[in-house]
């Protein structure tokens, strides 16, 4: 691991078994046509406190959608272990919830059913009273209660995400990951939904697992930035904490010498290993 001299670094900060979401020596390989292996992931170690808010960043193809599927239970590691609590994650669970680039709404439904089937699946206990009233709570958190009724097709991208983030948070899950979940978005949308999710993870405080490519979101939105090395055999190069106390300011933190460090820091690594690959 490629140790930072400037900021606090390292994969294994907390002891094994002390962790909330413990990633442990994963190893992924696919076979190749040739009858070989192509590792994509190649001894992975990463522990999450169960309220910490995580980015991960890359360069494209080094694996960070494989490793957050296997958080999700969408994938199965090569070699490695991936616990939740203790419990190792072998398939998809209602605790862990997943957020796409591209909404998955289904547009026979409206905005509102779309949250509700979430909600009528997992929170089989609850009563329709409750149930309604997680609905609404949810809409209004994402402000989209005017669009309550409206069908997928007949809202825009931005929207769509916030029934995304909406449906997710609906069931109260212990864990939200989230693959690149602004990207589609246009600059301004992305920085309103950004806010909206911090706004609400500042609030709610689950473990969170963000991709993303963009070293300013990561920086305004998480505790502790992930930077992978190039696949193949890819791993965690660094990690960077990131020291901005929460409710936090755009502006704010964007005036600091420390956040410009952090990012040139950053920028600094990914472009390393860019230039490593050409
Ligand atoms: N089912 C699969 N079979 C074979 N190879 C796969 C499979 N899924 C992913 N890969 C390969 O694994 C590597 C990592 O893919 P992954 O989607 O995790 O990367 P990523 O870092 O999320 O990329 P991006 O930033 O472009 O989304 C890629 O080389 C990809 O082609």
Redesign the pocket.
């Known amino acids: 691991m490629t140790k930072s001299t400037s900021y606090p670094t390292g994969a294994n900060e907390t002891l094994p078994g002390t962790g909330f979401l413990e990633i442990e020596n994963i190893v992924k390989s696919?076979p190749t046509a040739d009858g070989g292996e192509?590792v994509?992931l190649d001894g992975v170690n990463l522990t999450i406190k169960e309220d910490e808010y995580i980015s991960v960043i890359?360069?494209?193809?080094?694996?960070?959608?494989?490793?957050l599927?296997m958080v999700a239970g969408l994938e199965k590691a090569t070699s490695g272990s991936v616990r939740l609590e203790g419990k190792e994650i072998r398939k998809p669970g209602a605790e862990r919830m997943m957020v796409f680039q591209h909404y998955s709404l289904l547009p026979w439904l409206t905005v509102k059913e779309n949250i509700r089937l979430a909600v009528d699946e997992v929170l089989k206990k609850a009563t329709r009273a409750e149930k309604i009233s997680i609905v609404n709570e949810h809409l209004a958190m994402v402000n989209l209660n005017t669009a309550a009724d409206k069908y997928p097709d007949e809202i825009s991208g931005g929207m769509k995400q916030r029934v995304g983030i909406a449906r997710a948070l609906a069931i109260r899950p212990k864990m939200l990951l989230m693959?690149?979940p602004f990207g589609a978005l246009d600059a301004l949308t992305r920085g309103k939904l950004q806010r909206q999710v911090l706004d609400i993870w500042e609030k709610q405080r689950q473990a969170v697992m963000m991709?993303t490519?963009d070293v300013d979101e990561a920086l305004y939105m998480s505790d502790r930035i992930v930077l992978?090395t190039n696949?193949?055999h890819a791993k965690i190069g660094e990690i960077l904490e990131v020291p901005f106390p929460h409710p936090r300011d755009r502006q704010q933190i964007r005036e600091s010498k420390e956040y410009y460090e952090l990012r040139n820091h950053a920028l600094n690594f990914l472009d390393r290993y860019f230039t490593q690959d050409e």
Do not use: A, N, Q
């Open positions: 696919y192509f994509v890359g360069h494209s193809g080094c694996g960070k959608s494989t490793l599927k693959d690149e991709i490519h992978m696949g193949p």
